[in-house]
């Protein structure tokens, strides 16, 4: 089965750039999808089809991805930006969705 | 305004059966893959299981082939999930989910709107 891998955490300044990595086998090849969790809340799209972000989303968030790295970052990040974030892909090898382990960004 | 609610979760023994629903509003519902994904307590996203808009293709995680089932009745803009043979590691918050975009197979399409998520508890 495809497999995501996130880090654990990322910690960062405020005011600075996070990234956020999701690594998978030719992961560039596939639409990734980006979640952000905030504690107690359901979960809410950041950016999809690997770099589009949906209406209300801060310009501030971007999405690259090739060959073996999806990434996810936040410019001039703030406060309100901590919180878990998870990668999402099909896999259409098996017919499922796969999410990523998450990463719980920490706004220093 | 797209809302989805979702019900039905509560305390149940091992081995036992629940079906959760979730009532969906402000969109054509039977156009609409939808998705139901879950989450254990402290731990990530979960992905359960898909429904084509038509109901006439279902997806599942391994984890739950066999034992639950996944439906959908569009004349009452309503998901269901029925979970039977539940075991303590199906104890999570489930949350039902829409796909953005209007496809016939939910295949790479991201999940745009979620619900607030029932908490299904599996315990003696």
């Known amino acids: 089965s495809y497999v995501l891998t996130q880090p654990p955490s990322v910690s960062v300044a405020p005011g600075k750039t996070a990234r956020i990595t999701c690594g998978g086998n030719?992961?560039?090849?596939?639409?990734v999808h980006w979640y952000q969790q905030k504690p107690g809340q359901a979960p809410v799209l950041v950016i999809y089809?690997?770099?589009d972000r949906p209406s209300g989303i801060p310009e501030r968030f971007s999405g690259s991805n090739s060959g073996n790295t999806a990434t996810l970052t936040i410019s001039r990040v703030e406060a309100g930006d901590e919180a878990d974030y998870y990668c999402?892909?099909?896999?259409?090898?098996?017919?499922?969705?796969?999410f990523g382990g998450g990463t719980k960004l920490t706004v220093l | 305004e797209v809302q989805l609610l979702e019900s039905g979760g509560g305390l149940v023994q091992p081995g036992g059966s629940l079906r959760l629903s979730c009532a969906a509003s402000?969109?054509?519902?039977?156009?609409?893959?939808m998705s139901w994904v879950r989450q254990a307590p402290g731990k990530g996203l979960e992905w359960v299981s898909a429904?084509?808009?038509?109901?006439?293709?279902?997806y599942y995680a391994d984890s739950v082939k066999g034992r639950f089932t996944i439906s959908r009745d569009n004349s009452k803009n309503t998901l269901y999930l029925q979970m039977n043979s539940l075991r303590a590691e199906d104890t999570a918050v489930y949350y039902c989910?829409?796909?953005?975009?209007?496809?016939?197979?939910?295949?790479?399409?991201?999940?745009?709107?979620w619900g607030q998520g029932t908490l299904v508890t599996v315990s003696s």
């Open positions: 989910a829409k796909y953005k975009d209007i496809v016939v197979v939910p295949a790479a399409i991201p999940l745009d709107y």
């Open positions: 402000g969109f054509t519902f039977s156009s609409y893959a």
């Open positions: 429904i084509s808009g038509s109901g006439g293709s279902t």
């Open positions: 030719n992961i560039g090849s596939k639409s």
């Open positions: 089809y690997d770099s």
């Open positions: 999402q892909v099909w896999d259409s090898s098996s017919d499922h969705e796969v």
